[in-house]
């Protein structure tokens, strides 16, 4: 019938053939191809995109098409293009291809394909496609074709990567690169583009054939350039080249695999695409998740580029594209689709050794002879032969009767083996009815079933004969399998499997011959014919064998009877099922122990948990040659572990050709010797006369293992090839594509260079070097350096006879490196514990360096939370003259690491033009001590070390800092008061500082000390050098007046401040005020440095008690530890413990209580800069060290006094908080996750249907076009602004989020107003605005130093509040946040994984220690004024940018709105309150955050933000019930009381059950009743400063017992304590309460729970009891206080109601008949807030209640309800039980008789009453009396 198809003639005659430009031997397969894709049937289910119905469905069955082929075969058209959300579009495409009736179709038998006529069999087209195009950030696209109508095949997912990417990340939402091809009518043809880079189209479908049928699918499409890699595993060059490549797992000797269409042991259908040759970042990484047998063919086009064709039997097409980025980048991105790689133990980087040895004595030769010849080695592996008749998991009685006796001396440590022992696991399992697993297996139905007998296991036929395998599709495969593994195990002690055979092989083709599996006879392929299934016929082959060739039929049956389970699918996934089986087992075995796993078989996917080697090569110099490009390849399928068998595994290997393949393997990333029985040994010692050349290539392999180790594992860390071709660190130098280099060289993780010989009698190596500056890792000596002039390298010649490779060190690289002389008799790595590191820094030709080492503990799978103890992870950098090690992990020092330490720190560089003539050393507390160095008299080489080459701790170094006599010795670093003067009736002096040390260059300070007022000293010292200009904090935050106008009549002296004197080294200190020998803070014999970016100076502070320092989440008292000031967009308890966990804001101020009990100090420092604070009990005293990063020395000394007075004279500096509207003290719900307009009404209905009070409405950014701060989403919330406007109708409010970063978008008018009024931060390289990544997509911030940043922020808001009238603002993101660290080089996502080397990176101490970059923009980033001071960039503006948004976002309130201001900001600093209130952060639904926020509320009192508080019921994870009542009843404490959560959590308002509803509501109302109390009492810190919420240790300062309630209880201002219960099950809580009279608050009992006791010093604990339902709160009111409240009944809907409810006033006298209160009333003014207000005093003292004018004017425009008092309830009245009259006195001079006194015998209550509650105006009362 072949004649019957015209090709050429039914093609258009306008389009060429797609053949065109295709070589002669490629033709016939991409012709064939085309032919018979005409007539098969296909079928996709994306179940991540459409939820297919879960009823049956009917299959389709039209009539079979006319295999008819069309040279651009592409039958279908475009029907709908849905974009259904920003990230995500749908498209439906419809099949216009006719249909004939009772066609033919063509099937593949044999390699050739010959018509078969088959009229009854299905074998479908698919008519209606869809296809989801997902973005889900800016690097990776996801392209996926599916059958709507039909269920298909879709790879599971393995491990713990349940499709990470099912969803777009919500961060990306710039327009789509996805565009239909216009050029083609209707056809669906389409064209990729990035956002980032549109000059040309990534991938692109024009003129491509798509074909989609049952069993088989063809996509094509085109590539810009033909440089692609990948498409594994396969044994040729690295470069794909234009060919065929087939992708279907079977086990071939490599060097039998020259055909490309014949499968090896793994399929990766992963390809890496350099797209152009003009940009560094512009890779493009392409995997088809598929697992089906398939063909990736690739060819010139004839237009452009290169064409790729994909031609696969089944599944689905399920394009990732990852693009625009670096190579390493790529795979990063693509190992975290398929999952990270596993990291193996140390020992497994040793040399493993591996043979065919037939019994324990061969195993145990092998080992005494590495022993003898002191030939270093790790582990050695057992072959089958340890197997009793070939069945896994049994050992020989015979032959291997002795290996567990011999595993245990090799774990021998004594005697010095420290060995580890690899067992093989093998997937057939023999039938036999005596071996268990066989049982076991066919009990439990887990094996592989046949394809004719559904209830029979399948049997085939290996060395063990009958054979059945286990289905890991079924849990209980994996039981039986990790059964089988611990009892291998208790026999053998393995430490590590490696599995062999798991592609699946056996002896048959398919089904084994009728007579059964055990018959000797010749093996029978079966006819075509004879198995009637439906894969026996297949319309395509993409391998050059029948797919049944040796392994299973393709109809085997797996889990179930559904198609989808069968071999023909799973096939190549054997595998990966068998390595996850194993990983899973061995973890259950080895549970502190981690393990070692190597599997042959593997998939997209097999490097999360295992090893890798690519067995079955041969002992020839090619195949040596071709193990380069595979080791490269597999570093990029995410299996890094890999190596080759050295010598081969088959043939004998020449001595040469061992040697060199020893050079060579010891760079292998997994070092193996193995071979098979019947070659010659090719163990490290079969070669007597080259014992000492092998053993020098194991001894370079053994120095570099910890670097290696490290580079491991920081691929399973974060992804990414450890060894790579040297294009990835050099993608502009043509050079490095060509194959001399790619095949032939290698990168080890863009560190060093290897350059090994590779043909047979090679006495030098000519290689090529890129313009770089690389040195020799041997020698040191530097081979080539960097000329600025050259674009390309060049080639050098290097002498290479036996025994030596070339290995190169990039210049730029830090290397931990053992060293090891000759006759080193290192046996393992175990020995290398006891070799110390040595550190070799090889700086790049700009004299930086950066490296990376890991120590652990080889816990299983490393914790990658910093605080875990099981590993370290450092990063180094070097620059000028400056090495610092980096933490990024495991920052608990307590435990002690092996390796830990180093000896030597080995320096390469060209120190011609320095001196040497110190070395010193800081650690992390900035202790110092010099080190000794080596006198350069040899080379360009510095050698530091200690005193007799003592190990250094690393966990502890800072910095190692050295320098000539011209620089100053940080160890030496001394100054002295060289000029003073005291001016100003002796309240300041002045003078200069001058450095001491005689020589070198004399640096001077200015200083100066002011005694502002009787209790502040402002204390100042700056740089006075000439040309050195210094960042000063802007005026903003301590206004200049401030600090120049002294209020006080006190001395310097009176206040307690001292100085060193003239020429003596320097120190201040202040002291007790009458005593100044007493001292209070002291720097006398303490450190004080100050040099370029770093400022040390430690306090000794007479003193335990610390309070403050944040923002962070933990204790309110500081314990000993390091505490960071560093805004950070993140949330970790504060411990102490670094790196450092500040969160969004900084607040360098802390309160100090001092010996003397009723006194408290308090400490500001004034700087914006990176600032870390070690804190150190010692005895009775606490030393404080402050370490700051750049900047000048600026600080506030507030001398002692009680703790609210410090604290108000604090506050007194930064500024006083800010008014705030009446109604913010009502309730607030918000969430992140309202879908639309009608979602947030319901939300509003119910709480209104449930009489629950609301006053603000909060939106989070659900409601804005693609995440866009001012914009509003008029599709989903349509309606917005009107509802907005009924709120306002029922007296509730709206709050909107505004983010800082401005989407990047031209044609976004406020980001084109910005462009134009040049207000956006700049970037330092470009000095364009620099662009960072939000949740908008690709941003850029406004810079609020810029003149015009005022005004354009304000009409932005404006604008916004036209379209939705919000009464207050949520300032969100602006610490500020990024989603890429630092700045988006060429709009690249960057990930900084090292510390990033930029201008401020050479500071000696890196505060945080993080890199200051994470998570924000870059350092270098220039503000406003840079061009003239050059101190304005983000290093030292960073924590004021929030500052400074909030000032000009309060001004809009005021200038524009005429409004309060009411505004929540995320960052803050100190002076944030005069302008916004804040809230704790992103918070977790834990008991733990709950009840930090307690202390965080104190704190920000103390900040001067006394409206504060957290996410009730917490804001990431899911409240439980009892969680989130409890946090409801605390949160109506809050001062701001509001609800939220993040849309992945579950829903949390105070109605989503009847337990949390009941609970919120008496809590709210409870809320309610106070509120005018709580508003009053704000008020109060508004006008006077001081604080809200306050610890009980500051009215009871003399009471110790009060510090065991710092963190569990608060004081609300002088009457309320809140003593919350913190944990779930318990409604008790037992806790203290000072000697005062304590009353429940709860109406009527108002029970006492404590009485004042005159003969006692302290008070008592009490259990006090808070349920979830009823009226107790755990609330108590303090005596000698005066109480504000109203009688809130259910039916309260907001608090603007309340000013209808008249006020009651509960007095509870102290036992001296005395009480205070105060209530506070205003009009809200904007203007004239001082005098708009009527602040009222209240003193009560025996029998009447007085009443004064605190603060404001007598009359006010203010007349509502609740002026009025109705009650007025006096508690412990006994006292005034017989009281008969009452009356009120007004000002006015009139006495008004009240209602009848009414005592309570029952409660001990006196309730006196006005006849008219509108008659007792509380601003109108002079006195109210009572008598008897």
Not at 1708 to 1733: C, I, L, M, R
Request: glycine share 6%; proline share 5%; with cysteine.
């Amino acid at each position: 019938m072949t004649e019957e198809l015209p090709i050429q003639e039914e093609a258009p005659a306008s389009e060429p053939l797609a053949t065109s430009g295709i070589p002669e031997a490629d033709k016939k397969r991409v012709i064939i191809g085309s032919a018979i894709g005409g007539g098969v049937f296909l079928g996709v289910l994306v179940a991540l995109i459409i939820l297919v119905s879960t009823e049956e469905r009917q299959k389709p069955k039209p009539p079979l098409p006319r295999p008819t082929v069309y040279p651009h075969y592409n039958p279908y058209f475009v029907d709908t293009f849905i974009k259904e959300h920003e990230h995500l579009l749908r498209i439906s495409l419809i099949n216009e291809r006719k249909i004939l009736e009772k066609d033919t179709v063509h099937y593949s038998d044999s390699y050739g394909y010959v018509p078969i006529v088959k009229e009854d069999f299905e074998n479908h087209e698919v008519q209606r496609l869809s296809v989801a195009v997902i973005e889900h950030d800016e690097h990776l696209v996801r392209i996926i074709y599916y059958d709507p109508d039909l269920e298909r095949w879709h790879v599971p997912y393995f491990g713990n990567y349940s499709d990470p990417y099912s969803h777009a990340s919500l961060y990306t939402r710039n327009p789509s690169g996805f565009h239909l091809n216009e050029k083609v009518n209707n056809s669906f043809q389409w064209y990729y583009e990035s956002n980032i880079n549109k000059s040309t189209s990534i991938i692109d479908t024009h003129d491509c054939r798509l074909q989609y049928f049952d069993k088989y699918i063809e996509f094509e499409a085109l590539l810009e350039r033909d440089y692609i890699y990948g498409m594994g595993e396969r044994i040729e060059s690295f470069h794909l080249k234009n060919d065929n490549y087939s992708l279907w797992n079977r086990h071939f000797a490599a060097d039998h695999t020259s055909d490309t269409e014949i499968g090896l042991s793994g399929s990766h259908p992963f390809i890496l695409n350099r797209h152009t040759d003009n940009q560094k970042h512009d890779f493009v990484g392409l995997f088809m998740r598929n697992s089906n047998a398939m063909l990736f063919s690739m060819w010139d086009n004839v237009y452009k580029g290169t064409t790729i064709n994909y031609k696969i039997i089944g599944g689905v097409i399920d394009l990732f594209i990852f693009h625009t980025a670096s190579p390493q980048y790529i795979l990063r991105k693509y190992h975290s689709v398929i999952g990270r790689p596993y990291l193996p133990p140390v020992w497994a980087m040793g040399l493993h050794q591996a043979r065919e040895y037939y019994n324990v004595k061969d195993l145990d030769s092998v080992i005494e002879n590495y022993r003898k010849h002191h030939l270093p080695v790790d582990a050695v592996w057992a072959d089958m032969e340890m197997y009793e008749d070939h069945k896994t998991f049994t050992v020989n009685k015979i032959s291997f009767a002795g290996i567990k006796e011999l595993v245990q001396k090799l774990h021998d440590h004594q005697k010095g083996y420290d060995m580890y022992f690899v067992a093989m696991a093998h997937p057939a399992i023999v039938k036999d009815e005596g071996y268990k697993y066989y049982v076991q297996a066919v009990k439990e139905k887990a094996l592989i079933k046949s394809a004719y007998h559904f209830e029979h296991p399948f049997e085939g036929r290996t060395a063990s004969k009958t054979t059945v395998w286990l289905d890991f599709f079924l849990h209980n495969s994996t039981l039986i399998w990790g059964g089988g593994l611990h009892d291998m195990f208790e026999l053998t002690l393995f430490d590590g499997i490696w599995i062999t055979d798991d592609e699946i092989n056996h002896e048959c083709n398919g089904e084994c011959s009728m007579m059964g599996a055990d018959a000797e006879e010749t093996l029978h392929i079966p006819d075509p014919f004879h198995n009637a299934s439906e894969f026996d016929y297949i319309p395509y082959r993409p391998t050059i064998d029948p797919l049944e060739t040796q392994t299973l039929p393709m109809a085997a049956y797996h889990y179930g009877d559904d198609m989808f389970y069968k071999q023909y699918f799973a096939h190549n996934l054997n595998g990966i099922q068998l390595a996850q089986a194993t990983f899973n087992g061995l973890r259950s075995n080895f549970e502190n122990k981690r393990f070692f796993l190597a599997s042959r078989s593997t998939w997209a996917g097999s490097g999360q948990f295992g090893s890798h080697w690519l067995d079955g090569n041969y002992a020839t110099w090619e195949s040596m040659q071709t193990s380069i490009p595979s080791i490269l390849n597999f570093n990029m399928f995410g299996i890094p572990h890999v190596g080759a068998p050295i010598g081969g595994f088959y043939s004998n290997a020449t001595d040469e050709l061992l040697v060199r393949w020893f050079e060579l393997g010891a760079f292998y990333p997994l070092m193996l010797s193995y071979s098979h029985s019947s070659t010659k040994a090719k163990e490290a010692f079969a070669i007597p006369e080259h014992i000492e050349t092998i053993n020098s290539a194991l001894h370079e392999r053994y120095s570099l293992i910890r670097f290696m180790y490290s580079k491991m594992f920081e691929s399973h860390l974060w992804g990414g090839a450890v060894v790579h071709p040297l294009f990835f660190d050099f993608t502009n130098d043509t050079k490095l594509y060509d194959r001399e280099v790619l095949d032939r060289t290698f990168m080890w993780a863009s560190t060093l260079y290897i350059i090994p010989a590779l043909i047979p009698h090679q006495t030098s190596v000519r290689a090529y070097l890129p313009n770089w500056r690389w040195y020799d890792l041997r020698t040191f000596d530097t081979i080539s350096d960097y000329s600025p002039e050259d674009t390309q390298g060049h080639y050098v010649d290097f002498p290479q006879p036996l025994g030596t490779i070339t290995v190169l060190i990039k210049g730029g690289s830090v290397i931990p490196h053992q060293y090891m002389s000759k006759d080193s008799k290192v046996a393992n790595t175990k020995d290398l514990e006891i070799i110390p590191t040595r550190l070799i820094v090889a700086p790049d030709h700009d004299g930086k360096a950066v490296g990376s080492m890991v120590v652990d503990s080889e816990g299983i799978i490393p914790n990658p939370d910093p605080r875990s103890n099981t590993y370290r992870h450092y990063t180094f950098t070097y620059m000028n003259q400056i090495f610092r090690a980096n933490k990024l992990a495991g920052f608990d020092f307590h435990t002690e690491m092996v390796l830990d330490e180093f000896w030597e720190l080995v320096i390469l560089d060209k120190f011609s033009d320095h001196n040497v003539d110190f070395v010193c050393m800081m650690d992390m507390n900035m202790r110092k001590k010099n080190l000794q160095y080596m006198p350069i008299t040899h080379g360009n080489i510095l050698q530091i070390h200690d005193e007799g080459y003592t190990r250094m701790k690393m966990a502890s170094l800072e910095s190692i800092v050295w320098g000539s006599k011209e620089q100053h010795d940080f160890c030496q670093f001394q100054v002295h008061i060289e000029e003073m003067r005291l001016t100003d009736n002796d309240r300041r002096i002045s003078g200069v500082l001058a450095t001491t040390d005689p020589e070198a260059y004399q640096l001077r300070y200015t200083f100066a000390a002011t005694a502002l007022n009787n209790h502040i000293v402002h204390f100042t010292v700056q740089k006075n050098e000439p040309g050195v200009v210094e960042w000063k904090v802007p005026p903003e935050v301590v206004d200049e007046s401030i600090k120049t106008t002294m209020k006080g009549d006190k001395t310097l002296d009176a206040v307690g401040f001292g100085l060193s004197h003239t020429n003596e080294n320097f120190f201040f200190e202040m002291s007790e005020e009458y005593d100044p020998h007493d001292y209070l803070i002291t720097t006398r014999h303490q450190p004080f440095v100050y040099v370029r970016n770093f400022i040390q100076v430690r306090f000794l502070i007479s003193a335990r008690h610390i309070f403050g320092l944040g923002e962070r989440v933990g204790r309110f008292e500081l314990a000993d530890g390091i505490y960071s000031l560093w805004n950070y967009d993140f949330m970790h308890e504060e411990t102490g413990t670094p790196p450092g966990n500040n969160m969004h804001s900084s607040h360098p101020f802390y309160l100090i209580h001092t010996h003397n009990p009723f006194d408290f100090a308090g400490v500001f420092f004034l700087t914006s800069n990176p600032m870390d604070v070690r804190v150190k009990h010692i005895a009775i005293e606490t030393e404080v060290d402050h370490m700051l990063s750049g900047g000048i020395l600026e600080i506030f000394l507030i001398n002692q006094g009680p703790a609210e007075d410090v604290i108000k004279q604090y506050h007194y500096l930064i500024g006083k908080p800010i008014p705030l509207p009446f109604w913010a003290f009502g309730y607030h719900q918000s969430r992140w996750g309202y879908r639309d307009i009608d979602h947030l009404k319901l939300v509003v209905r119910r709480f209104e249907d449930e009489n629950i009070p609301l006053d603000g409405v909060w939106m989070d950014k659900d409601f804005m076009v693609d995440f866009k701060s001012f914009t509003v989403d008029t599709k989903r919330w349509y309606g917005l602004e009107e509802f907005v406007r009924e709120l306002h109708a029922k007296g509730k409010h709206f709050v909107a989020i505004v983010d800082p970063g401005i989407a990047k978008e031209e044609g976004f008018k406020i980001y084109d107003d910005g462009m134009t009024a040049n207000v956006y931060i700049k970037s330092n390289e470009t000095k364009e605005a620099l662009t960072g990544i939000t949740w908008a997509g690709y941003s850029v911030w406004v810079d609020f130093l810029h003149p015009a940043a005022a005004n354009f922020w304000e009409n932005a808001l404006e604008e916004f509040h036209r379209k939705v009238s919000f009464d207050a603002l949520w300032l969100d993101m602006n610490e500020p946040s990024n989603f890429c660290d630092g700045e988006c080089h060429d709009r690249m996502t960057y990930h900084y994984y090292y510390f990033p080397l930029d201008y401020y990176d050479d500071l000696y101490y890196n505060p945080t220690h993080r890199p200051l970059e994470a998570r924000t923009i870059s350092m270098e980033a220039l503000h406003y004024g840079y061009e003239t001071s050059k101190t304005a960039t983000e290093f030292n503006y960073h924590n004021l940018y929030g500052l400074h948004q909030s000032r000009v976002t309060s001004n809009f309130f005021i200038s524009r709105l005429n409004k309060r201001p009411f505004i929540i900001s995320s960052s803050t600093f100190p002076g944030s309150g005069r302008y916004v209130a804040h809230w704790l952060g992103d918070n977790y639904s834990r008991w733990s955050d709950m009840e930090h926020s307690i202390a965080g509320m104190i704190n920000f009192g103390m900040f001067g933000i006394p409206y504060v508080g957290a996410n009730i019921c917490g804001y990431s994870g899911n409240a439980t019930e009892n969680l989130c009542a409890r946090w409801m009843q605390l949160g109506a404490f809050y001062p701001f009381m509001r609800n939220h959560n993040c849309r992945h959590g579950s829903p949390q308002e105070p109605y989503v059950s009847e337990k949390v509803k009941v609970a919120s509501k008496t809590a709210i109302l409870a809320r309610y009743s106070l509120v005018r109390y709580i508003y009053s009492e704000y008020m109060e810190t508004v006008i006077h400063g001081g604080t809200l919420i306050k610890p009980l240790i500051f009215y009871f300062p003399d009471d110790n017992e009060t510090y065991t309630t710092l963190d569990t209880s608060f004081m609300v201002g002088p009457a309320i304590r809140v003593t919350p219960v913190l944990a779930d099950d318990t409604d008790k809580v037992r806790t203290y309460f000072p000697n005062v009279d304590w009353y429940t608050y709860s109406d009527p009992g108002y029970e006492r729970v404590n009485t004042f006791n005159e003969t006692a010093h302290h008070g008592k604990y009490v259990t006090v009891h808070s349920g979830l339902v009823g009226r107790s709160l755990n609330v108590h009111i303090r005596g000698g206080t005066i109480l504000t409240v109203q009688e809130v009944a259910e039916g309260v809907q907001n608090v603007l109601a309340l000013h209808n409810l008249p006020i009651n006033l509960i007095v509870v006298p102290d036992h001296q008949h005395s009480a205070y209160g105060e209530v506070f009333y205003d009009t809200e003014s904007t203007t004239d807030f001082k005098n708009e207000h009527q602040d009222v005093a209240m003193h009560c003292h025996e029998w009447d209640i007085d009443f004064s004018l605190k603060s404001g004017k007598q009359e006010i425009k203010y007349n509502q309800t609740d002026m009025y008092i109705d009650k007025i309830i006096i508690l412990g009245a006994e006292y005034y039980q017989k009281a008969v009259i009452a009356r009120y006195e007004t000002k006015g001079g009139q006495t008004i008789n009240m209602k009848a006194p009414v005592y309570s015998k029952d409660h001990k209550t006196l309730t006196l009453q006005a006849v008219d509650t509108h008659s007792m105006n509380v601003m109108q009362l002079n006195k109210i009396h009572w008598a008897d």
